[in-house]
T-cell receptor
Framework: GAGVSQSPRYKVAKRGQDVALRCDPI?????LFWYQQALGQGPEFLTY????????KSGLPSDRFFAERPEGSVSTLKIQRTQQEDSAVYLC??????????????FGPGTRLLVL | TQLLEQSPQFLSIQEGENLTVYCNSS?????LQWYRQEPGEGPVLLVT?????EVKKLKRLTFQFGDARKDSSLHITAAQPGDTGLYLC??????????????FGTGTQLKVEL
């Protein structure tokens, strides 16, 4: 089937606005990850879901960042009161179970967020 | 904070040349992965290495995992323009409760010119 999809692909927000980024993982994938990637850098882990349970949110930069996956499939990353330093590409990835150390994570194309 | 340092950060070479990218860390990982990322797309997995000292070959690409499972290298033979992209190493660590999260390296931007 289809790969991981993300929407919107591009988002321009004024400083102080709230934004919501959506991730549709591969159907049937248990694990879902969010990463933040600055230009020319490697992605940095934000948070991890196993089904609807958020097992790790240690990478969220501040309490302005909130993620949910209420039915264990689609996930939304919400950023409140956006700041210029939030400008980055936000990547979503999913994997089949998440239990194996060598399991493949499949990445979406990302949402490029620009905060003015 | 990125725990995995990659070198070089940028590399511009001519078609047909060989190159090596290094990925170094002070931490031990249960496995290490290499990805390639093209503009406007997410990273795509190239290989996973699990055992210290392991060597894997994928056509013109050779991957090696250090004996202590802290560092790795990627060697490309006879580079082609299609090899152009951002190369990322990523170490895997177990998450309490299940799952594994990736710690990515700082990235190596490779450009191969005709």
């Amino acid at each position: 089937g289809a790969g991981v999809s993300q929407s919107p692909r591009y988002k321009v927000a004024k400083r102080g606005q709230d934004v919501a980024l959506r991730c549709d993982p591969i159907s049937g994938h248990v694990s879902l990850f969010w990463y933040q990637q600055a230009l020319g850098q490697g992605p940095e882990f934000l948070t991890y879901f196993q089904n609807e349970a958020q097992l790790d949110k240690s990478g969220l930069p501040s309490d302005r960042f909130f993620a949910e996956r209420p039915e264990g499939s689609v996930s939304t990353l919400k950023i409140q009161r956006t700041q210029q330093e939030d400008s980055a590409v936000y990547l979503c990835a999913s994997s089949l179970t998440g239990g194996l150390r060598q399991e493949t994570q499949y990445f979406g194309p990302g949402t490029r967020l620009l905060v003015l | 904070t990125q725990l995995l340092e990659q070198s070089p950060q940028f590399l511009s070479i001519q078609e047909g040349e060989n190159l090596t990218v290094y990925c170094n860390s002070s931490s031990v990982f249960s496995s290490l992965q290499w990805y390639r990322q093209e503009p406007g797309e997410g990273p795509v997995l190239l290989v996973t290495v699990v055992t210290g000292g392991e060597v894997k070959k994928l056509k013109r690409l050779t991957f090696q995992f250090g004996d202590a499972r802290k560092d790795s290298s990627l060697h490309i033979t006879a580079a082609q323009p299609g090899d152009t992209g951002l190369y990322l190493c990523a170490g895997s660590r177990h998450i309490t409760g299940g799952g594994n999260k990736l710690t990515f390296g700082t990235g190596t931007q490779l450009k191969v010119e005709l």
